[in-house]
């Protein structure tokens, strides 16, 4: 094995990409080609790394003691899972599982601390992705509480279209079925049907064989 290749420093005033970060910095770390239905780590495993999503998407659930599976979240390129073990998490609390064709970069625990630590531009980029992460989560609280199952629906296919992340949003959203849809914001199935011919008909949304969203979709997001 050669020695491991030396981090590629940010130019001054350059926007930070962790992906290329990641990918040089001398980690002990893997990659590894997921098909869809590849489970990245299952709920009650150890908690001993951390994943970064290079490309692709990943869906996150949990199983209640019940046999009950809920849908967390569904996340995509530049986002990361399994963070929770660098805050004392021991075993894994959700399952995650690729949806679609996916390349996720595995780093073991102790040496994304240790790199952290080192990096100042890695921690801060990593520090505001987990307070986006945090206000999300509150965000999808408050959805799941006061909105509407047509509103919670509309958020939710934004979201999986990258609205509001950085760069032009996804419009064609990779397959994903209704009834994960459901799930994903505590409906059944039938409404989650309702809603996608309602937004088909009003020309928010396209949904031939491939998914494609509209801005014009926003509207039931920020209208009664």
Excluded: W
């Amino acid at each position: 094995m050669g020695s491991p290749k030396a981090a590629k420093k940010p130019k001054k005033g350059s926007i930070f990409d962790p992906q290329v970060f990641l990918s040089t910095v001398g980690l002990k770390r893997s990659i590894t080609e997921c098909p869809p239905g590849h489970k990245i780590f299952s709920q009650g495993d150890p908690s001993d790394a951390v994943f970064y999503i290079e490309k692709g998407r990943v869906k996150l659930t949990i199983v209640s003691n019940q046999g009950k599976e809920a849908v967390l979240a569904i996340l995509g390129a530049r986002d990361f899972l399994g963070e929770a073990c660098l805050m004392g998490q021991m075993v894994r609390v959700a399952s995650a599982t690729a949806i679609v064709p996916s390349a996720v970069l595995r780093i073991e625990k102790g040496e994304m601390l240790r790199v952290l630590q080192k990096e100042r531009a890695l921690s801060g980029f990593f520090i505001a992705y987990l307070l986006s992460r945090n206000v999300r989560i509150e965000e999808d609280l408050v959805d799941q509480l006061f909105n509407s199952t047509e509103k919670r629906l509309a958020r939710t296919l934004l979201l999986l279209a990258r609205y509001g992340k950085e760069g032009n949003p996804e419009r064609i959203v990779p397959e994903i079925n209704q009834e994960t849809l459901a799930e994903m914001i505590g409906a059944t199935r039938e409404r989650v049907n309702f809603f996608m011919n309602k937004f088909r008909k009003l020309g928010f949304i396209d949904y031939n064989g491939e998914l494609q969203i509209h801005s014009s979709l926003l509207n039931v997001v920020l209208h009664e």
